[in-house]
């Protein structure tokens, strides 16, 4: 009984332990082989024996780990040594482990199921005597330990558990006689052992390489559609027209050369050839802004002029967005009656004709 209440103390005093931080999770599998003795309840009348044990186990977790262990004891009777008596069996044991980095030993509890053989001689009033009992019975155990780490080649691991034997028909227990009071006996295990690790330790994976530095070719600051490699300069201004080299370029559409004939607004064939050389350049600057301004020359009216320079502007305007060019990047039309000639000359006919002045211009906006 006082095994009993010493063990339970154990088991009670390192379940109210908290838990440390986990290690690093070594999940390989792992042999264990321990010795140890075993204190048999002195209900069952046999004698404290040594005991044996082996297993095969792994972590499932950083905290958690599962063991199968095989376990053999021959304990003799107290009332009669030449009889036999001896138990085997195996246990399915789940350990949790409180693992504190830096520390070399780390204790665990233990519990367990499993199945106990016990094949027992008895004495019997008869030539055949003794008698034998073979059994198997249902065992649970209950425990505490401590348990070095994976750091070195061999972990050890040091135990004190109580098993609950489960056998309710041995012939020697109180004196010889069966008994049917008896539902189960309670052993103190305590015990050392090895737990081995099976193959090399799976090396810490390699920290990603960093990221690969953005190549100039992939850069463009300064968002003028030109990368920094072959950016001359960089931090253009939103709006500019921007050559091939990164560089800002002067855009200069000459349409001085897009004249009318007097008093008249329909475009001549030399002026589509010129606006069409027009369109091609807003073409190949998509950001470029353009006004289209008519002009006449001073012969007739301000009135008269006025409107046919806004004729004028029109032409050039509708011919413009019919072959391609987007009516947004056009402001206008717009005229400007005689206000701005290019050439001064007199007021009266005939003197007042230029050709020079009945023209329509795009004046580039940016």
């Excluded at 309670?186 to 052992?193: C, E, N, P």
């Amino acid at each position: 009984m006082n095994k009993k209440l010493l063990t339970a103390a154990l088991l009670g005093g390192l379940a109210m332990a908290q838990a440390a931080s986990a290690q690093e999770f070594d999940d390989r599998w792992y042999l264990t082989g321990s010795a140890g003795f075993n204190f048999q309840d002195s209900d069952r009348g046999t004698e404290d024996v040594p005991f044996l044990g082996l297993g095969l186990g792994k972590f499932v977790s950083p905290n958690w780990s599962i063991d199968g262990e095989l376990n053999y004891q021959n304990p003799g009777l107290n009332s009669n040594r030449h009889l036999n008596w001896s138990q085997y069996g195996i246990s399915l044991d789940l350990r949790r482990h409180f693992i504190q980095e830096g520390r070399g030993w780390n204790p665990y509890i233990v519990t367990g199921l499993g199945l106990q053989r016990s094949e027992e001689e008895y004495v019997i009033n008869s030539p055949a005597s003794p008698a034998q009992r073979r059994d198997n019975n249902l065992a649970a155990k209950l425990g505490v330990g401590l348990q070095t780490t994976f750091d070195k080649r061999v972990a050890v691991r040091a135990e004190v558990a109580y098993r609950a034997d489960f056998d309710d028909q041995s012939y020697t227990a109180e004196g010889g006689i069966h008994q049917q009071e008896e539902s189960y006996f309670g052993d103190v295990l305590a015990s050392i052992g090895v737990v081995i690790p099976l193959g090399p330790k799976a090396e810490a994976a390699a920290p990603p390489p960093p990221p690969a530095a953005p190549s100039c070719a992939d850069l463009d600051d300064d968002g003028d559609g030109v990368n920094n490699c072959d950016d001359k300069c960089p931090g253009s201004q939103a709006g500019q027209t921007i050559g091939p080299d990164g560089c800002p370029v002067q855009v200069s559409i000459d349409l001085k050369g897009v004249n009318f004939d007097f008093d008249k607004s329909t475009l001549r064939p030399d002026a589509v050839a010129i606006l069409n050389e027009a369109s091609q350049i807003l073409t190949r600057y998509p950001d470029l802004r353009v006004e289209v301004a008519g002009h006449t020359d001073l012969c007739g009216t301000d009135t008269y002029n006025q409107s046919l320079s806004e004729r004028r502007a029109r032409a050039v305007y509708d011919y413009m967005t019919s072959n391609g060019v987007d009516a947004g990047r056009l402001v206008g039309p717009n005229g400007y009656g005689e206000s701005r000639p290019l050439v001064q000359t007199p007021q009266t006919l005939p003197d007042c004709k230029s050709e020079e002045n009945r023209r329509t211009e795009l004046n580039v906006q940016n």
